[in-house]
């Protein structure tokens, strides 16, 4: 595995780690802010819908107009202060907004790293490279479901939020050193 290939691995398990510790306690949250099941609904709904939109609009203009890195480290950005701005949100309305955010900065990051990593990747070997991808993800959310309930059920959502979203800036970090290679191939 190349050292790029391994920045962009390392950097998405730490997001999926950050963003998988929510999961299935969305539901909590969005009633204890006063939403009901058609809230919830909405607000997840909007969430996929922006996204999809998005996904489609990025992955064109990241090919054509802006680079991928700094499309990717853009979203990244964008996820970890909307995480964040999980810490405000007092209203389904809130929420609507937050999951736009989030809609925004998934389909900044979700196209841009999957065209990088696919870029980078150990061609000889693609069948593993892209089954650490996923199977990396999926187990680190699994392992962050877990911590997020006890974070919950011992602490409180505004400590879950915080946590994610300094995890998240972790990952952000990580994830930005693949601008060094960026100015680089630039020069």
């Known amino acids: 595995m190349n050292e790029k290939e391994r920045i962009l691995l390392y950097g998405s398990n730490i997001w999926y780690f950050g963003e998988g510790m929510l999961g299935p306690l969305f539901a909590v949250f969005a009633g204890i802010i006063g939403g009901n099941i058609l809230d919830i609904t909405w607000a997840w709904a909007i969430y996929l819908i922006v996204a999809g939109v998005m996904i489609m609009v990025v992955g064109r203009i990241s090919d054509e107009h802006i680079s991928k890195e700094k499309l990717m480290i853009l979203g990244y950005v964008l996820n970890t202060l909307f995480t964040f701005s999980y810490l405000l949100v007092s209203s389904p309305e809130h ?66 939020f915080i946590v994610m979203g300094t995890v998240q800036i972790i990952a952000t970090i990580v994830q930005a050193r693949i601008l060094k290679d960026y100015k680089k191939k630039k020069k």
């Open 95 to 160: 929420l609507f907004f937050v999951q736009t955010g989030l809609g925004i900065a998934a389909a900044l990051a979700i196209p841009t790293w999957t065209a990088l990593y696919a870029e980078h990747e150990d061609r000889k070997h693609a069948g593993f490279t892209w089954g650490l991808a996923s199977g990396e993800s999926s187990l680190l959310t699994g392992f962050a479901i877990i911590i997020g309930g006890l974070i919950v059920n011992f602490i409180s959502f505004k400590a879950l």
